[in-house]
């Protein structure tokens, strides 16, 4: 028998409607053992997920005379109820819900006050389902300096869950060594599922979400791109650093270490498979030659010439000195042999423009330094495209047919990606043309 861990994010569990669709598909498996939930998220757009109404009834209690924190935690108290009574639980949440009131009032601190809503929808979620609640206080330690104590925290969850059968541990946060609870970053209930699959040794952890998986491509610029059947976790990263938004950041590096996939999984559509996140995969398992397409807007180019640069030794680290003591972190250095330029995100060099252009004009000389804004980039990222001829020609006349003028190429030495840099205005064309390119 395997052991699959599952966690269910906000808009999973947003209504009664949603739990009961989360307990049918826990209860389709039994292998799903463990079970991670978030708290309950938008039911409609114009909704207010409970996290952000817990953060505001936290920010309303220390205002004087703290208005409007009853009718905040009000609504708060009403999404509960009412999942408790479309779920015909005979629950009492009361007691917890006015514990934790007089507890945020008591000034028991931000990241309790946004915990709660984790801890009341596993408490809701264990009871309807009959597993058992391992409170996440219990078992996630962070560290003094606020990071994830990751060694103590996986022997005491393996230890405990060694324990249960089934049970429900809420995400997001976890105990700081004098106490107090913590969370994680927000969307860190993944990171909680991460850590319960590597603890409880599962076979596969189930991140279920309102989409059938990670998309090839935006849908809010290709319309009904297909989903990625099959993704590496390099892959992944790539495209999630170039602004494909899947899981949270730090949530694959447990399970990527211990070989665990992910699937991605639909919680509105559980016949769909969803998109598998594994740790390698050959490179011709797919019908398309690329994986996805993603990309970001609001890069400049800082553009530094000098003839006889490239005979320059030392050139390049003063340059990047620079940056350095700016405390700008680069993306991108094309580089020509009397050019170099740096690709930064507009927002590190703003309002800081004159300064950085000072100091490379003292540091290296340069006969001309300039800078550029409304660049966007685009990363085509592909498996297939290691070692495969003829995808670059394919990409730039895609692009070129499109009548997008490309800005800058730059292609990883593992192959798995290239970048292209064009103008902002492009941005969306660009993709749109590379993804027909591919996607016939
Ligand atoms: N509820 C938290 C948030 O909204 C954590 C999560 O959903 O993963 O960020």
Not at 162 to 188: C, D, L
Not at 273 to 281: D, F, H, K, L, Y
Request: net charge negative; aromatic share 8%; with cysteine.
């Amino acid at each position: 028998m395997s052991v699959i861990t599952v966690k269910f994010g906000g808009s999973s569990l947003a209504d009664a409607e949603h739990f009961k669709m989360v307990a049918g598909i826990v209860k389709a498996n039994p292998d799903r053992r463990f079970v991670v939930p978030s708290a309950p998220g938008k039911r409609s757009k114009e909704d207010t997920k409970v996290t952000d109404l817990l953060y505001e009834c936290y920010r309303l209690s220390k205002e004087h005379d703290m208005p409007g924190f009853e009718a905040c935690y009000g609504k708060i108290c009403d999404r509960y109820t009412s999942i408790i009574k479309g779920l015909s639980l005979s629950f009492d949440i009361s007691g917890e819900l006015e514990y934790i009131k007089k507890a945020i009032l008591m000034r028991a601190g931000r990241d309790f006050a946004a915990s709660r809503g984790e801890y009341l929808n596993s408490l809701i979620l264990a009871k309807y389902i009959g597993y058992d609640f391992v409170d996440a206080e219990n078992v996630i330690f962070f560290k003094e300096n606020g990071t994830l104590d990751m060694d103590l925290t996986v022997s005491a969850l393996a230890f405990e869950l060694k324990r249960h059968e089934n049970a429900v541990i809420p995400g997001f946060y976890g105990q700081m060594p004098n106490g107090t609870v913590k969370t994680f970053s927000r969307g860190g209930s993944d990171i909680t599922g991460s850590i319960v699959a590597l603890a409880s040794k599962s076979d596969i952890y189930e991140n279920w979400t309102d989409v059938s998986g990670v998309m090839m491509a935006d849908p809010r610029i290709v319309d009904n791109p297909l989903v990625i059947d099959r993704i590496t976790y390099r892959e992944l990263r790539e495209l999630s650093y170039m602004g494909a938004s899947v899981l949270h950041e730090d949530a694959t590096f447990p399970v990527r270490n211990a070989g665990i996939p992910i699937n991605v999984r639909n919680t509105n559509k559980p016949e769909d498979p969803g998109t598998m996140i594994v740790s390698s995969a050959k490179a011709y398992d797919r019908k398309h030659v690329i994986t996805g397409i993603a990309g970001k807007k609001g890069f400049s180019v800082i553009t530094v010439e000098s003839v006889m640069m490239n005979s320059e030794v030392g050139f390049g680290r003063r340059v990047l000195e620079v940056f350095e003591e700016f405390g700008i972190s680069f993306e991108h250095l094309p580089s020509g042999i009397d050019t170099m330029s740096v690709i930064v995100a507009t927002s590190e060099i703003e309002g800081r423009e004159d300064r950085i252009i000072r100091s490379l004009k003292h540091s290296v000389r340069p006969d001309r330094v300039s800078i550029e804004n409304g660049l966007a980039l685009i990363a085509v990222v592909g498996r297939g495209m290691v070692k495969a001829k003829g995808t670059a020609a394919r990409i730039f006349k895609a692009v070129s047919d499109a009548n997008v003028n490309i800005r800058m190429i730059d292609q990883g030495s593992c192959e798995l990606n290239i970048i292209l840099g064009v103008d902002e205005n492009d941005f969306e064309s660009a993709q749109k043309a590379i993804y027909g390119e591919f996607v016939k």
